[in-house]
């Protein structure tokens, strides 16, 4: 059976899992980086997210709900496990110093695992799809995480607009 799930899996999920631990890997170290590279994994998830919304469960008000509300939890818990982190930003070049984030890797990877088993669950029975409580899981539990990765990204965002003047920000994009 594991055989048959890892070989009906597209190629692009597996590309897409060795993106993201080459990311949680580099994220282990302290740097410099852009707002911009920082913004790619919360923006794959949130399309990864909107697209498994749009695909499962097309313009339901609920399921978008849903999947919203898990976004805004997430968030807050995103903005909190950065709370103790260095964040700096180099004026002369607009760019976020980071201490290292070990939170990162675990979470991209269960992150991962989770949307993964919900998608293999939905291929294997679409039925699941009118199960409210299994429905209520993949979406507050899919935005849940999508939204840790974007209030992750709201802090630095944060850091960078507090530590640099207007125009300095907007000359490094």
Known sequence: MLQHLISNTPVWVWALLVFLVSRGIAAMRPG????TKLAIVPALFTAWG???LGHRF???WEAWGE????IGAGMGLGWMLLRRATLTVNISTGRLWRSADYSLLPLL?????VKYGFEVALSVSPSLNLDVGFRA?????SGGFTGVLIGKYL???RASRL??????????G
Do not use: D, I
């Open 163 to 172: 530590a640099m003047p207007r125009s300095a920000l907007e000359a490094a």
């Open 58 to 60: 097309g313009s339901s």
């Open 155 to 157: 802090r630095y965002l």
């Open 32 to 35: 410099e980086t852009s707002l």
């Open 67 to 70: 999947w919203v509300v898990g």
């Open 109 to 113: 990877l269960l992150t991962f695992v």
């Open 137 to 141: 899981a993949y979406l507050l539990l």
């Open 50 to 52: 909107a697209w498994s």
